[in-house]
């Protein structure tokens, strides 16, 4: 069975840095090992099966050639925090 993603905000995340890689035309194994992460993390962040740290999200924001913004703007944390 698969595992669902945590939330909406990780499954948009992950479809962002997938939709990105594949424009580089990069696997997830070089995406990972470019930027020190281990292949199944990146994984399951496209998955959106982590919920990725702020230094994992620069990381991946660099070797993906975007700003970190582009990653997670508009995204909302589950339970709708009160602004």
Not at 41 to 67: C, F, M, S, W
């Amino acid at each position: 069975m698969a595992k669902e993603p945590l939330s909406e905000a990780t499954r948009e995340l992950g479809e962002r840095v997938r939709e990105r890689r594949h424009q580089l035309g990069k696997s997830q194994e070089q995406l990972a090992q470019e930027s020190s992460l281990h292949w199944s993390y990146v994984g399951q962040v496209e998955r959106g099966q982590r919920n990725p740290t702020l230094h994992n999200i620069l990381k991946l924001a660099e070797v993906l050639g975007v700003d970190p913004c582009d990653l997670v703007r508009g995204l909302r944390a589950p339970g709708g925090a009160s602004q």
